[in-house]
């Protein structure tokens, strides 16, 4: 049996750890990427959530991620392969379905890019559905607790429900 799926109370420290984990990023990786944003339930504040960091990188190209891997080793990323997101390169610090952080490469300002940051950018302007979702990890979480890859499915209608209305207010304005 996996790792149990739980939500912990939104923690101050996801956010210090992002930026000790930005500036080791940047050093190896300098010059080379973009940007580096803090995605994911741990980049909101106030959001209950996995303890997993989840960090995005901006790239002009995918095909330059190849140039990543062996640096990325060094600090402790291991390069896992999804053939079902072939727009996204994924590194993960720490154990299968296990991990620590979770380090997601697209290109920068492509759809992947954009909509993740609408995503954590609608949660943290809107303290209700910030408690409507934070709610819905917790039942999830309960219903789901051995098995991650049906939590995540589960949540996938709500985020995919909220990217719409974040495009449509963004659009309004």
Do not use: C
């Amino acid at each position: 049996m996996g790792k149990p799926v739980i939500i912990e109370d939104y923690n101050p420290d996801w956010s210090r750890e992002f930026k000790r984990e930005k500036e080791k990023l940047l050093k190896i990786l300098d010059g080379k990427i973009i940007s580096i944003e803090h995605i994911g339930s741990t980049s909101v504040k106030g959001l209950g959530a996995k303890p997993i960091l989840d960090i995005m990188v901006g790239v002009n190209n995918l095909e330059e991620v190849d140039g990543f891997i062996e640096p990325l080793k060094r600090i402790g990323y291991e390069f896992v392969s999804h053939k079902d997101f072939p727009e996204r390169r994924f590194f993960r610090r720490g154990q299968w379905r296990a991990g620590t952080h979770h380090l997601h490469i697209y290109q920068f300002k492509s759809e992947h890019w954009n909509n993740n940051i609408l995503f954590r950018d609608f949660l943290s302007t809107y303290p209700d559905v910030l408690k409507q979702y934070h709610q819905l990890k917790k039942e999830l979480a309960e219903k789901y607790r051995y098995d991650r890859v049906a939590y995540t499915q589960a949540k996938e209608p709500f985020i995919q429900d909220l990217i719409k209305k974040a495009k449509q207010e963004r659009k309004n304005k």
